[in-house]
């Protein structure tokens, strides 16, 4: 802020004097302030293992789509990506 301006908006008085320090912030400890709990991490290496797994199977898929691995491969990433949802909240 300019001098003109601080003269403006104080007077003739000296500007107030600013807190050095900001007060400082309370630890984060555990999933009741926002973190993750044991158990979501369970959760969550369930479902990246059950998407690396669907890709796995994606890539045995035949063209025309009529094995096995066309039906697991999507059902493998739905269910790991509706996991990661399900590990983050809770």
């Known amino acids: 802020m300019s001098r003109k ?3 403006k908006l ?3 008085q000296k500007a107030p004097a600013r807190d050095p320090k900001p007060p400082a912030a309370p630890p984060i400890t ?9 158990k979501g991490v369970m959760i969550l290496s369930l479902a990246v293992l059950l998407i690396a ?9 035949d063209p025309a789509g009529s094995n096995i691995y066309s039906n697991l ?16 909240r809770g």
């Open 5 to 7: 301006n601080k003269n």
């Open 10 to 12: 104080y007077g003739h």
């Open 30 to 38: 555990g999933a009741e302030e926002g973190g993750i709990s044991k």
């Open 53 to 61: 797994a669907g890709y796995v199977l994606l890539g045995k898929v």
């Open 73 to 88: 491969a999507p059902a493998a990433l739905l269910s790991g990506y509706l996991l990661v949802f399900l590990g983050l």
